[in-house]
Every structure is written in structure tokens, then in C-alpha cells.
């Protein structure tokens, strides 16, 4: 479904060490909480703020004798996102046991997809500068129980572990080592937000925990990666490190930027880079070691005992792939080949899929140019000023819709057009009424508007003058005119009656 995009892929960050140049290179797993309002094997609630320990069920504080029953929902939100990520979807996959000491997962292992995961080889296109992208294969999208929380700062001599998360399906995306860079990094862990929130698979909180990334970074001498690309040889690439939790965009870039250069100094002094699991300390702006990384064998993985192999239908999924909504790449082809948008703006209104439907809403059955300028202009302006969102808009789609009606229909000019929109904002109402019953319909009479024109042509002779010797000038006349009639005058005429008054 990619190949028929055309675009340049962005140059790999270079930074330069003491004794040459070095090359970043970046995989992603991102975690990110299926959207639903049960638990992956059982029915509590997965509702974030509840009381601690209070949405925990049997199956999920490992009673004697519970057994995990699988989620279909959760399921078949997997499935949707592999087919929004171009991914193949595995018609069988199966569930096994990582045994790993978790203190907040009772259970003692975690329920995972390592052999055979629900969702195969995708990839996404993430976009950096119009006409500028990079393609980041998708490995695989497992589907796997979260773990609880553990508080270490309400007591001085214990921890107290929160059961409301474990057993919260999570889908881990995993990427190949494709991304070259922080900003790389960063823009994809967004792309795929904006693609499982378009599709309402994860609603992408990262504050909540619920969207986080676990980042893999390596350094190596420029050419190397492309022998890598070539072979598919990881020997030609650097000693990774892994970055745990993290749940923003900014300190992931400044997580990688930290840790590449790290190691590039431990090369560059004859060391060498130990493969570990690190953590990003926000407030030194490091990273530090957390353990040495564990692989595969370490967790001893083995068939989950609980859960039959999941088998699924392609009929089944055919059906979710029918439903599927307009994604945001779609959506922003259609906003520049339908309403004739600039690649930017069709950007900023897909950037959200509120703000996208907000938009068209606005743009349905009007100009599209039009209706970008103003929510983008003047809607979105505001909101960034107010610390406001699009679902909690002063102005509705209808409301706004209404002003460019109205400029439309000649009734009013875009400055009447502008302190309409404030009083929508602070007072609410219809436009249209708001307009008749203050007045604010502009003046279109070409008979009032003339006798306006000459008053302030008689009153400024030398002000004439000085017009006729440069046309420039005209504009005084039209400001002084708008300024006479209370900004009602229709631009237009006026402009037209100057030129004609003042022999232009």
C-alpha cells in the first residue's frame, strides 16, 4: 500500500566524535494500551484514576485455580492497527510465559507473544519536511499483559504496589533498526499515535503511561549501516543499549542524543559499549544503567499452558478491514487534491483527528481554502492562546461554518467577520442573528457608499494630490472610508469607487 509514495528519505544524524565522524541508528518498541474498557484475560476495568488496587479481578491477582480467558475485543483492536500500520495479520498466533520477577505482576510472569505474534511485517511512512520521509519497517505487534505499579515514595521503609493495571492489554510495536536520528525517533512514536488514535485503538496518553517507548540506541562509522541494509548483518552495526519507559517526545530525543554520544566516547577511548537496559534521568539529562539486557532465554519463554493457540478467520478480518475509518496519510492526500490545500496546512489539520473532523465539518459544503484559514488562522490561534482543545472549542464547527457563510454571502467583511468571532467566543449564539440584531450587516448600498468616498476626498485635497502621484497612497482613502461607515462598507466597492474618484 506504500509503494506508490514518492519521497526523499532524510539524511542519517552525523555527530562528530574526537577522532571521526559516527552514525546514529534507532529501533523502537512502543507500548501502547489497547483502548478498551476490559482487562486482556479478564472483565475488570481498564478506567485510568480509580482507587488503587480497586479494578482487579481473580484472574489478575493470580488466585489459585483463576484461568485466563483472552479478550476478543482487545483482539480485534490488535488486528485493526496491524492493518493500519500496512502489516500482515498471522491468522494463528499463540500466547507464552515470560518468566521475569515482576513485584507488581502477581502472577510471577507476564502472558506475551514471542514465537508467534498476532500481527507480521509492516511499515510506516514518517513524514519529516513535505516531500521528505522516512520508511521504518514494523517487525511485529505482539499482544501482552501490562504490569502494576509499584510506589516507592509514600513511605520511608516500604513500597506499595497498585494492581490496577496488571493484566491491561498492551500492543508492543516493534520496529527495525531503521530510524537514523532523535527528530526521526520522536516523529515516528507520533505517527503512530496519530495512526491508533485515528483508528481508535489506543487513545495515545502518553502522560497516563498509556503510549510509551523503549529505545534502542547504537552508534556506528558512516557506511556501516549501509553494508547492514545490504547483508542484513547486525555485526556491521553498532552494540545497542535499550532505553526504558519512555513517555515523551522531548526526552526521547534528548535520551538518544545523550546516549549516542555516551558511547561514541567509549569507543573513541578504547572501550567497549556493554549491551544493557539503561534509564533517562530527566532532571541530569543522562541516561544511567538500569540492568545488564536480558535475551530471549533469559525469561525462559515457553507456551502459555493457560491459553489455546488463537486462531482467527480471514473473514473476520476482512470485516474489520471494511470498517476501517479514513487514516490520516489518506486524509491529508484528499484535504491537498480535493480542497486544493497546501501540504502544510492539510498537515496541521490532519496533525489530530478531532481537529480533522472539526474541519471538515466547517469545509462541508464551502470553500476549502477558506474554512482552512479560519480554523487554522483564527480557531486554532485562539485555542493555543486559551490553553484550549478542539472538543472544548468556545465556537462550534456550525458556528464557524456560519461566519464564512455570511462572508460569503456578501452580509459581512472579513473584519466584521473577525469581531463576530470574538463575541461567538465569549457570548455564544447564532451568527446570523447576531449580525441582524446588532447591526453588523455591512453596507453594500454603492449610494451611501459614494457619498463617504467624496466627503473624505473633498476633506483631504493634498492627501488627493499626493495619491494621483502615487497610487500606493489610494489605500489611505480606503482605511479612512472603512473607518467612516464603522468598518461596514464592503472593501470591494469602496476600493473600486477610490480608484474611480481618484482618477486611477
Same mark, same amino acid.
Given at each position: 500500500?506504500?509503494?506508490?509514495?514518492?519521497?526523499?528519505?532524510?539524511?542519517?544524524?552525523?555527530?562528530?566524535?574526537?577522532?571521526?565522524?559516527?552514525?546514529?541508528?534507532?529501533?523502537?518498541?512502543?507500548?501502547?494500551?489497547?483502548?478498551?474498557?476490559?482487562?486482556?484475560?479478564?472483565?475488570?476495568?481498564?478506567?485510568?484514576?480509580?482507587?488503587?488496587?480497586?479494578?482487579?479481578?481473580?484472574?489478575?491477582?493470580?488466585?489459585?485455580?483463576?484461568?485466563?480467558?483472552?479478550?476478543?475485543?482487545?483482539?480485534?483492536?490488535?488486528?485493526?492497527?496491524?492493518?493500519?500500520?500496512?502489516?500482515?495479520?498471522?491468522?494463528?498466533?499463540?500466547?507464552?510465559?515470560?518468566?521475569?520477577?515482576?513485584?507488581?505482576?502477581?502472577?510471577?510472569?507476564?502472558?506475551?507473544?514471542?514465537?508467534?505474534?498476532?500481527?507480521?511485517?509492516?511499515?510506516?511512512?514518517?513524514?519529516?519536511?513535505?516531500?521528505?520521509?522516512?520508511?521504518?519497517?514494523?517487525?511485529?505487534?505482539?499482544?501482552?499483559?501490562?504490569?502494576?505499579?509499584?510506589?516507592?515514595?509514600?513511605?520511608?521503609?516500604?513500597?506499595?504496589?497498585?494492581?490496577?493495571?496488571?493484566?491491561?492489554?498492551?500492543?508492543?510495536?516493534?520496529?527495525?533498526?531503521?530510524?537514523?536520528?532523535?527528530?526521526?525517533?520522536?516523529?515516528?512514536?507520533?505517527?503512530?499515535?496519530?495512526?491508533?488514535?485515528?483508528?481508535?485503538?489506543?487513545?495515545?496518553?502518553?502522560?497516563?503511561?498509556?503510549?510509551?517507548?523503549?529505545?534502542?540506541?547504537?552508534?556506528?562509522?558512516?557506511?556501516?549501516?549501509?553494508?547492514?541494509?545490504?547483508?542484513?548483518?547486525?555485526?556491521?552495526?553498532?552494540?545497542?543499549?535499550?532505553?526504558?519507559?519512555?513517555?515523551?517526545?522531548?526526552?526521547?530525543?534528548?535520551?538518544?542524543?545523550?546516549?549516542?554520544?555516551?558511547?561514541?566516547?567509549?569507543?573513541?577511548?578504547g572501550g567497549s559499549v556493554v549491551q544493557e537496559t539503561r534509564l533517562y534521568d530527566p532532571d541530569k539529562g543522562e541516561t544511567r544503567s538500569m540492568r545488564s539486557?536480558?535475551?530471549?532465554?533469559?525469561?525462559?519463554?515457553?507456551?502459555?499452558?493457560?491459553?489455546?493457540? =488463537?486462531?482467527?478467520?480471514?473473514?473476520? %478480518? #476482512?470485516? !474489520?478491514? @471494511? $470498517?476501517? /475509518?479514513?487514516?490520516?496519510?489518506?486524509?491529508? *492526500?484528499?484535504?491537498?487534491?480535493?480542497?486544493?490545500?497546501?501540504?502544510?496546512?492539510?498537515?496541521?489539520?490532519?496533525?489530530?483527528?478531532?481537529?480533522?473532523?472539526?474541519?471538515?465539518?466547517?469545509?462541508?459544503?464551502?470553500?476549502?481554502?477558506?474554512?482552512?484559514?479560519?480554523?487554522?488562522?483564527?480557531?486554532?490561534?485562539?485555542?493555543?492562546?486559551?490553553?484550549?482543545?478542539?472538543?472544548?472549542?468556545?465556537?462550534?464547527?456550525?458556528?464557524?461554518?456560519?461566519?464564512?457563510?455570511?462572508?460569503?454571502?456578501?452580509?459581512?467583511?472579513?473584519?466584521?467577520?473577525?469581531?463576530?468571532?470574538?463575541?461567538?467566543?465569549?457570548?455564544?449564539?447564532?451568527?446570523?442573528?447576531?449580525?441582524?440584531?446588532?447591526?453588523?450587516?455591512?453596507?453594500?448600498? =454603492?449610494?451611501?457608499?459614494?457619498?463617504? %468616498? #467624496?466627503? !473624505?476626498? @473633498? $476633506?483631504? /485635497?493634498?492627501?488627493?494630490?499626493?495619491?494621483? *502621484?502615487?497610487?500606493?497612497?489610494?489605500?489611505?482613502?480606503?482605511?479612512?472610508?472603512?473607518?467612516?461607515?464603522?468598518?461596514?462598507?464592503?472593501?470591494?466597492?469602496?476600493?473600486?469607487?477610490?480608484?474611480?474618484?481618484?482618477?486611477?
Amino acid at each position: 500500500m506504500l509503494d506508490h509514495l514518492s519521497f526523499t528519505a532524510p539524511q542519517p544524524r552525523t555527530i562528530a566524535g574526537a577522532k571521526g565522524d559516527w552514525e546514529l541508528v534507532i529501533g523502537l518498541e512502543v507500548h501502547a494500551q489497547v483502548a478498551s474498557k476490559a482487562k486482556l484475560f479478564s472483565g475488570a476495568s481498564t478506567a485510568f484514576g480509580a482507587e488503587p488496587n480497586s479494578n482487579v479481578a481473580f484472574v489478575d491477582a493470580a488466585m489459585p485455580g483463576m484461568l485466563p480467558v483472552i479478550n476478543e475485543f482487545c483482539v480485534a483492536q490488535a488486528v485493526r492497527t496491524g492493518l493500519g500500520l500496512n502489516a500482515a495479520i498471522n491468522l494463528r498466533s499463540a500466547f507464552d510465559r515470560k518468566n521475569y520477577f515482576y513485584p507488581d505482576l502477581p502472577q510471577g510472569y507476564q502472558i506475551s507473544q514471542l514465537y508467534h505474534p498476532i500481527v507480521g511485517e509492516g511499515a510506516v511512512i514518517v513524514d519529516m519536511a513535505p516531500g521528505v520521509a522516512r520508511r521504518v519497517r514494523i517487525e511485529r505487534i505482539h499482544l501482552e499483559q501490562d504490569a502494576g505499579k509499584s510506589i516507592h515514595d509514600m513511605d520511608p521503609t516500604m513500597s506499595f504496589v497498585d494492581l490496577n493495571r496488571t493484566g491491561v492489554a498492551l500492543m508492543e510495536i516493534v520496529s527495525r533498526p531503521d530510524i537514523r536520528g532523535p527528530e526521526e525517533a520522536a516523529a515516528y512514536v507520533a505517527k503512530l499515535r496519530q495512526i491508533m488514535r485515528y483508528l481508535g485503538t489506543c487513545d495515545g496518553n502518553m502522560q497516563n503511561g498509556n503510549l510509551r517507548a523503549d529505545v534502542n540506541v547504537s552508534v556506528c562509522p558512516p557506511g556501516a549501516y549501509e553494508r547492514y541494509q545490504e547483508t542484513q548483518d547486525f555485526s556491521h552495526l553498532g552494540t545497542r543499549c535499550e532505553i526504558k519507559n519512555m513517555n515523551s517526545l522531548r526526552f526521547i530525543q534528548a535520551a538518544i542524543e545523550y546516549e549516542a554520544r555516551r558511547q561514541i566516547a567509549i569507543i573513541e577511548d578504547g572501550g567497549s559499549v556493554v549491551q544493557e537496559t539503561r534509564l533517562y534521568d530527566p532532571d541530569k539529562g543522562e541516561t544511567r544503567s538500569m540492568r545488564s539486557k536480558e535475551e530471549a532465554h533469559d525469561y525462559r519463554y515457553f507456551p502459555d499452558p493457560d491459553l489455546l493457540p =488463537l486462531d482467527i478467520e480471514q473473514a473476520w %478480518v #476482512d470485516d !474489520i478491514a @471494511a $470498517a476501517m /475509518p479514513e487514516l490520516p496519510d489518506e486524509k491529508k *492526500a484528499r484535504f491537498v487534491r480535493d480542497m486544493g490545500l497546501s501540504e502544510y496546512d492539510a498537515g496541521v489539520l490532519t496533525a489530530e483527528v478531532e481537529n480533522a473532523d472539526y474541519f471538515e465539518a466547517v469545509a462541508k459544503g464551502r470553500d476549502g481554502k477558506q474554512a482552512a484559514n479560519w480554523v487554522i488562522n483564527e480557531l486554532f490561534g485562539r485555542l493555543n492562546k486559551e490553553g484550549l482543545s478542539v472538543e472544548t472549542s468556545p465556537v462550534s464547527a456550525a458556528q464557524l461554518g456560519g461566519v464564512i457563510d455570511l462572508i460569503a454571502s456578501g452580509d459581512i467583511s472579513g473584519k466584521i467577520a473577525k469581531d463576530l468571532f470574538e463575541i461567538l467566543w465569549t457570548e455564544g449564539g447564532d451568527p446570523a442573528q447576531i449580525v441582524e440584531s446588532r447591526g453588523m450587516r455591512q453596507v453594500t448600498d =454603492l449610494g451611501a457608499i459614494e457619498k463617504a %468616498v #467624496d466627503e !473624505i476626498i @473633498a $476633506a483631504n /485635497p493634498a492627501q488627493v494630490e499626493k495619491a494621483r *502621484a502615487n497610487p500606493k497612497l489610494a489605500g489611505w482613502f480606503v482605511g479612512q472610508v472603512l473607518k467612516a461607515t464603522g468598518g461596514k462598507a464592503n472593501p470591494a466597492a469602496v476600493n473600486d469607487l477610490v480608484a474611480r474618484k481618484l482618477g486611477m
